[in-house]
């Protein structure tokens, strides 16, 4: 399926459809996508903040040697762009509030879905940006789908907000291709970036959700966002789809 443009919806719309693919998401991951010792959980409080998906681990690390899930170790996600910066996150020098899930088990990694609400104003998208450098920094891996336009005053969208924090390296957003999806890996205080941007009309690709250094696990975007957008009233999908 490919991306709608998004801009055509009420923020009440949006957030209906944006409720939908979380659920669609969750119960994905969590029926055989992960190893057994992972679980997926939708809009769940973790310290200051309320990620869309949090995924959380039981007991003891993966080893790869468990039965269940789709976890890759080894071969690379397949998108256009791997950044890395060579140097420490800045962030670990910073004073930062460590997150934590209410039931005790460890966060590992969360999904974001940016909304218009995030590209109100400058605040709620600087709290976005915030929020996910925070978690970044702390040793979570993040996947952010930002499928909104961003103001013409930050022309580099949250990706290029966040990456100018994490880690001081520029990022130019392709005019032709204003939206994107990116994959931040936390490695042991280094950062790499799986970055895919895109653009309305294009088609939505699979992204991956680190769970550990080298394992991760793709998301299935394409599937889910046809779930939730097929559960949408029909004038709404009449109107996403002229």
Known sequence: MTIHDFTRLHDGEFHAFHHAWIGAIQQRMNSGLLPEDYYALAEQYAGPTKPDVLMLERREPFDGSRPGGTALAEAKPKVKTIARSDRAFTLQKRKTVVI?????????A?????????????????????????????????????LIPSHPSVPNGLHGAIWADLMG???????????TLVSYQSDEGVGTAYLETTAVGQPLIDMPVFLD??????????????????????????????
């Open 100 to 108: 934590r899930h209410i039931s005790g088990d460890r966060i590992v």
């Open 110 to 146: 969360m999904i974001e879905i940016a909304s218009p609400g995030n590209k109100m104003n400058r605040a709620a998208f600087d709290q976005l940006v915030k929020k996910t450098v925070s978690s970044v920094g702390v040793g979570h891996h993040v996947l952010l789908i930002d």
């Open 169 to 179: 390296d520029p990022f130019e957003q392709p005019a032709d291709e204003p939206l």
């Open 213 to 242: 250094d080298n394992v991760y696990v793709n998301v299935p975007l394409a599937d889910t966002y046809a779930v939730a957008f097929n559960g949408m009233p029909p004038h709404l999908r009449r109107r996403l789809s002229e």
